[in-house]
């Protein structure tokens, strides 16, 4: 990591603790964990829009790959052997999981359109919890039930009876 980018993290992080501070935000380095906020450059008049806007990034990814997930018409192809794994529970939970984020992507439109600093804290706030105690266990259980046995293919039996 050069100097530079040393010294930009450690602002960064100077500018979030007054935020966590004053809204009781998660410590700088769990969020970062979660959401890979570390690339925000500090040097704006609106720091906590833009992790709230990282966060949303993250959040609309996760958002688009359950819909892949629970409507496959238009996925690769690499998909469908994925999805054939999951049981009916898999894909309720990961409805469950695509609510909660849905119900995200409208409050990150408002929070686009009107600013606000406490609303913008009580979001991160709000997304970090739900992720910590909803989201990333659960989502992570069906994504490796998703991935056991890639790359293991199954001997097909191509031989026919003549009987």
């Known amino acids: 990591m050069t ?17 966590k501070d004053k809204y009781n935000l998660p410590d700088f380095s769990e969020l970062n964990k979660i959401f890979d906020i570390e690339e925000i450059d500090p040097d704006t008049e609106f720091l906590l829009r833009k992790v709230r806007r990282v966060v949303s990034e993250r959040v609309a990814g996760y958002l688009r790959f359950i819909e892949v997930v629970l409507n496959p018409s238009n996925a690769p192809m690499f998909f469908f052997k994925l ?22 992507e409208l409050k990150i439109i408002k929070l686009d359109l009107e600013y606000d600093e406490n609303k913008e804290a009580e979001f991160i706030n709000d997304v970090y919890r739900t992720f910590n105690e909803n989201v990333s266990k659960n989502l992570l259980d069906v994504v490796e039930k998703m991935g056991n046995g890639v790359g293991k293919e199954k001997k097909v039996d191509s031989g026919s009876y003549f009987g």
């Open 3 to 19: 100097e530079e980018k040393i010294y930009g993290l450690e602002e960064l992080k100077k500018e979030y603790n007054l935020f």
């Open 83 to 104: 999805i054939k794994k999951l049981e009916e529970s898999d894909k309720k939970e990961l409805t469950e999981i695509y609510e909660i984020l849905g119900k995200f």
